[in-house]
């Protein structure tokens, strides 16, 4: 417990410069709002690219099955992606969080056409560096995609675990869920599934799998100095990168 409390104490100051960055003064209408989810919708795709890493890294997903040696982190893991890939939306149909979000990106006017193209690029090659090429993909966004598939091509289970707890989206501060439930109360047709998302996304983070990420972290870096030491540097340059995108899309919105 010693060893997370160090972790968060070391990185509580970028974390509170993310959470207080001067974007969220901006998101006060359903276009600024609009504006950053065709931006943001890269980063909530590629969160789980790094859950599924950390599902590959810890479980056995091939044939012949065999028995992996961390049986907590498996289970983690496992319970994390059941969540994050095969949620419910508004009707209690399965869908995955990132889907969810495409779906409120369309009620809300948003333009899903580049991340449409994106995902369709990627299922052909396999390979995001393809997809970010064929598709002109910004550098603001593909900066901040690169980190990630870096941090998975790393092939250590504590940095990927370190990065994928730190770049989560409960990182949306309070403010911003209160803009949206205020613009909800005036169009609820448009915003409301956003709105969803939004407390969906964030409950299950708060109340289940952020707690469940930090103990994974815990188990994976047990005792070793410097893995904690590793798992430090990469969260709080998890936070940075995530600063950097929104220093991106705030200049996008001017």
């Known amino acids: 417990m010693n060893n997370i409390q160090n972790l968060l104490e070391e990185i509580s100051q970028t974390r509170k410069d993310l959470l207080n960055h001067s974007i969220y003064n901006k998101l006060n209408n359903i276009e600024s709002i609009s504006k950053f989810m065709e931006i943001h919708v890269f980063a909530v795709w590629d969160f789980m690219s790094l859950a599924k890493s950390l599902q590959s890294n810890l479980t056995c997903v091939s044939t012949p099955w065999y028995p992996t040696a961390d049986k907590i982190s498996r289970r983690l893991i496992n319970e994390i992606v059941l969540g994050e890939e095969s949620d419910i939306d508004q009707n209690n149909n399965p869908t995955s969080h990132f889907e969810l979000y495409v779906e409120s990106m369309k009620k809300i006017g948003s333009d899903?056409?580049?991340?449409?193209?994106?995902?369709?690029?990627?299922?052909?090659?396999?390979?995001?560096?393809?997809?970010?090429?064929?598709?002109?993909?910004?550098?603001?966004?593909?900066?901040?995609?690169?980190?990630?598939?870096?941090?998975?091509?790393?092939?250590?289970?504590?940095?990927?675990?370190?990065?994928?707890?730190?770049?989560?989206?409960?990182?949306?501060?309070?403010?911003?869920?209160?803009?949206?439930?205020?613009?909800?109360?005036?169009?609820?047709?448009?915003?409301?599934?956003?709105?969803?998302?939004?407390?969906?996304?964030?409950?299950?983070?708060?109340?289940?799998?952020?707690?469940?990420?930090?103990?994974?972290?815990?188990?994976?870096?047990?005792?070793?100095?410097?893995?904690?030491?590793?798992?430090?540097?990469?969260?709080?340059?998890?936070?940075?990168?995530?600063?950097?995108?929104?220093?991106?899309?705030?200049?996008?919105?001017?």
């Open 112 to 254: 899903t056409s580049k991340i449409d193209e994106f995902i369709d690029e990627v299922i052909k090659s396999k390979s995001h560096k393809k997809a970010v090429k064929k598709c002109s993909i910004p550098n603001g966004i593909s900066d901040f995609l690169d980190f990630t598939f870096k941090t998975i091509e790393s092939n250590k289970p504590h940095i990927i675990a370190s990065v994928f707890t730190f770049g989560r989206e409960d990182l949306i501060p309070d403010m911003f869920i209160n803009i949206v439930k205020t613009l909800n109360k005036k169009n609820e047709t448009k915003i409301g599934d956003l709105l969803y998302y939004l407390e969906r996304h964030i409950e299950m983070d708060g109340d289940e799998h952020g707690p469940m990420a930090l103990q994974m972290i815990s188990e994976l870096c047990k005792d070793d100095e410097n893995k904690w030491k590793e798992a430090t540097e990469m969260s709080k340059k998890a936070l940075e990168m995530r600063i950097k995108l929104w220093d991106y899309i705030e200049t996008s919105l001017n």
